[in-house]
């Protein structure tokens, strides 16, 4: 093998999970990639990984081999891409995440159209909850909800975005309308949860003083797009981003409860709440990244 290959089988075995998995994706059998991966670590001199019967894991000079190879395979692709596209035709790989609701409701069709316009472009998207670290998974960009911490990563707003507490006309008739916030505690609150957190203290804001309320859920959820799909079943009231439920309100499906006070669910969480793509730090962007960005957000105009 040479050092590319070399480098492309570590960033496979870790990605996948292990040296089966590696091999299922490489079309290689067990005892191939255990050959390969003992030849990568004589060539070496070091142990990359330490391995169990159950397990595999980066050593520490294996975890900086990693983070190294990626970013040497992420600049033979772009190098490859440059070469194809000044040909004229938009070509290169694609890899985006986006939050489960708005990844299907926005990401997919407008990828999908996409991918109509420029056949080139190879896709991969993953919808999650979770704030996924774009180095680690090799990700060209996300589109996150919420204010963002400085970070190294580099951001494009797409629209503006706030948060909203919804319900559906037929719960607000069967369980009436709550006055103050802290009739919500009567109430039947569903609540997103993400690595262990429960997105239960609601907050809101009045003359520049904000009270946050901590409701007891009667469900929790890890998918926001389920988590809908409960609020509009009439099962109960629910904090979502507003491009999430944006069509369900215009068109009647929610109603929106404290408008005026309601901020969010996050102590970042402000009047405005981010909606943006995130990109790793880099010193030339993808034509074809810059390209789905610029489309997405004169997709979402007519969306």
């Known amino acids: 093998m040479g050092k590319i290959e070399d480098m492309a089988l570590l960033v496979e075995v870790v990605d996948a999970g292990g040296l089966a998995a590696a091999g299922r994706r490489m079309n ?23 391995r ?6 980066l050593t520490r ?11 040497v395979l992420e600049e033979m692709n772009r190098a490859e891409e440059t070469l194809t596209q000044k040909e004229g035709v938009l070509s290169g790989t694609l890899r985006i995440s986006a939050p489960s609701d708005f990844g299907r409701q926005y990401l997919s069709p407008a990828l999908l159209a996409f991918s109509a316009q420029y056949p080139q472009v190879k896709s991969s998207v993953y919808l999650c909850e979770d704030v996924v670290d774009l180095i680690t998974h090799r990700l060209d960009m996300s589109i996150r909800f919420g ?3 400085d970070s190294n990563l580099v951001m494009r707003l797409i629209k503006p975005n706030h948060r909203v507490l919804v319900a559906s006309p037929g719960y607000l008739e069967k369980y009436g309308m709550p006055q103050r916030p802290e009739d919500l505690h009567q109430q039947r609150c569903l609540v997103m949860e993400c690595r262990g957190t429960l997105f239960n203290e609601w907050r809101f804001e009045t003359q520049g003083e904000i009270k946050t309320l901590r409701v007891q859920p009667v469900t929790v959820f890890n998918d926001g ?5 409960w609020v509009l079943a009439g099962a109960g009231i629910a904090s979502k ?5 944006k069509r369900d309100v215009e068109q009647g499906r929610l109603q929106v409860l404290f408008a005026d006070t309601f901020i969010g669910f996050n102590r970042n969480d402000k009047k405005q709440v981010g909606l943006q793509f995130v990109y790793p730090q880099r010193r030339f962007q993808p034509l074809q990244v810059s390209t789905f960005s610029t489309f997405f957000i004169d997709w979402l105009e007519n969306a």
């Open 147 to 149: 204010n963002l911490p």
């Open 52 to 57: 169990s019967t159950r397990s595999i894991a």
């Open 225 to 229: 797009a389920l988590l809908r799909q």
């Open 61 to 71: 000079a294996g975890e900086e081999f990693y983070h190294s190879a990626l970013r």
């Open 241 to 245: 981003s507003w491009w999430d439920v």
């Open 28 to 50: 290689l059998s067990p005892a191939t990639m255990t050959a390969r991966l003992k030849a990568l670590e004589e060539r070496y001199q070091t142990r990359l990984f330490n």
